[in-house]
């Protein structure tokens, strides 16, 4: 029998605290999604005035930090013509996002989530979901 961990409804809220606290100190309006292990969506929250575009990009950029156990941001820099994983961003229907943003979440060196953030430039997004993740580590 395997033992999954796994973000709780919890620990998605103290993620969603930490992201919409940075969002509200740089003054963008973010959409932040948290998801499992396994891409599904444990919790979703748009800011006031976050983009409509935000909030389906928010969510693929956590469905594919969780499910590629990677950042969004590797896939960005390494995603382009000559490389060899160029063309992955049209998997999964096109839900694999490589726009910076989607970082998973770690517990005791297991990752148990994933956040995605979108809403500003990518280095904003990016900038929030590493505040969110220092947050709940802190917590």
Same mark, same amino acid.
Not at 53 to 82: C, H, M, W
């Given at each position: ?18 992201? =919409?606290?940075?969002? &509200? +100190?740089?003054? #963008? @309006? ?7 292990? *396994? ?32 950042? =969004?941001?590797?896939? &960005? +820099?390494?995603? #382009? @013509? ?7 961003? *049209?998997t ?7 726009v ?25 997004d ?14």
């Amino acid at each position: 029998m395997l033992s999954i961990e796994r973000l709780s409804l919890e620990d998605s809220q103290v993620l969603m605290e930490g992201a =919409t606290e940075k969002a &509200n +100190e740089i003054g #963008v @309006p973010m959409c932040i999604a948290i998801v499992d292990e *396994s891409g599904n969506l444990v919790a979703f929250h748009r800011m006031d005035g976050g983009k409509i575009l935000s909030v389906r990009l928010s969510q693929d950029k956590a469905f594919t930090a969780a499910i590629s156990r990677r950042p =969004t941001s590797f896939y &960005n +820099e390494n995603a #382009v @013509p000559g490389n060899l994983t160029n063309g992955i961003q *049209s998997t999964w229907d096109g839900r694999f996002s490589i726009v910076g943003g989607g970082i998973p979440v770690e517990a005791d060196g297991t990752i148990v989530g994933a956040i995605g953030i979108s809403g500003g430039m990518p280095e904003q997004d990016i900038e929030c979901a590493e505040a969110a993740i220092a947050y709940f580590n802190e917590g």
